[in-house]
């Protein structure tokens, strides 16, 4: 493969001193930048900026492979520190660099005014929420309707994104082996007359789901980081992708160790 390199960074000090040092090593390495065309995109940050180096890559995955830097605290989707470059270039010097790919999110927006769907991915999840109002939406999974939803929002998630929003909305955290979305409720009605199934479940690859909304003003959709713009939405459908994103994988840690690193860190030494 050919190694043409792309730099995603935010705007940290820290992280401009870390790619002034990586651009340094990559010309000592003889590896070119190209942010058009690359094969390798390094994303220097932390889990946002790899979510943001993913959208502007999204169109090139079939040739595309990211590594992550981080230069704050330990990310989910970026393996190396800020002190490990040396190392992380020579990886990329080896004759067959091992790659690891995960599931992605597709999500199809569907318009009352006929305008023509519009087809995006999400590498984290997809949220559909109603500003100050009830959202009030029929949720259909593989065409059967399964439940009218009544409450602030939903969450789908990919496996990887199982540990991010999800999580904080009640959801299961999914190994990203498995090939499946997650649908979670963001604080539903539930009484005598309203009823949903109140916890979150897992949808596998050969199934969709389909959020018909009940109105039509008022919604916000997130995938991601990004806000969509939406005007008139009235069905939105969620599916696993076929594309998936790839991940450079010399050094990628267990994901157990991650999630164990990430939300428990070392239990004993919190004893007293
Ligand atoms: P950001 O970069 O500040 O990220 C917010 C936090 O989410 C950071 O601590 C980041 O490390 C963490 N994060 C991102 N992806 C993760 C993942 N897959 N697993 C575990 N932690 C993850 O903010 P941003 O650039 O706006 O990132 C957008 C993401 O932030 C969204 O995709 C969403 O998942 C997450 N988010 C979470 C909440 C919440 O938990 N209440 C609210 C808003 C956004």
Same mark, same amino acid.
Not at 264 to 267: H, Q
């Given at each position: 493969m050919e190694l043409k390199v792309a730099i995603v960074a935010n705007k940290e000090e820290l992280t401009i001193q870390v790619v002034y040092r990586l651009r340094r090593l990559l010309a000592q390495a003889g590896i070119p930048e190209d @942010?058009?065309? @690359?094969t390798i995109v390094i994303s220097v940050g932390g889990d946002g900026t790899l979510l943001s180096a993913f959208h502007q890559y999204e169109a090139q995955l079939y040739q595309v492979r990211f590594i992550g830097v981080h230069t704050g605290h330990l990310g989910f989707y970026t393996d190396w520190r800020d002190y490990e470059l040396a190392e992380m270039v020579a990886s990329l010097q080896n004759e067959e660099i091992k790659s690891i790919s995960y599931p992605l999110l597709e999500v199809k927006i569907g318009y009352a005014n006929g305008k023509p769907k519009r087809r995006l991915l999400a590498l984290n999840e997809s949220t559909i929420k109603r500003g100050n109002r009830t959202m009030v939406a029929d949720v259909y999974i593989k065409d059967e309707l399964f439940e009218r939803f009544r409450g602030d929002g939903l969450s789908i998630s990919t496996p990887t994104g199982s540990t991010a929003y999800n999580k904080s909305v009640g959801g299961a955290v999914l190994h990203p082996s498995i090939n499946a979305m997650q649908l979670a409720e963001i604080a539903s009605l539930n009484n005598r007359v309203f009823r949903t199934l109140g916890s979150p479940i897992v949808i596998s690859d050969n199934d969709w789901l389909q959020i018909k909304l009940?109105? &039509?003003?008022?919604y916000q959709v997130t995938v991601d980081q990004l806000d969509i713009p939406q005007d008139q939405m009235d069905t939105i459908c969620y599916r696993i992708a076929q594309e998936r994103i790839r991940f450079? &994988?010399?050094? $990628?840690? $267990?994901f157990w160790h991650r999630v164990k690193d990430a939300f428990?860190?070392? &239990?004993e030494a919190h004893e007293i």
């Open positions: @942010p058009l065309q @690359p009940q109105h &039509s003003s008022d450079v &994988s010399t050094r $990628h840690m $267990h428990i860190g070392d &239990s």
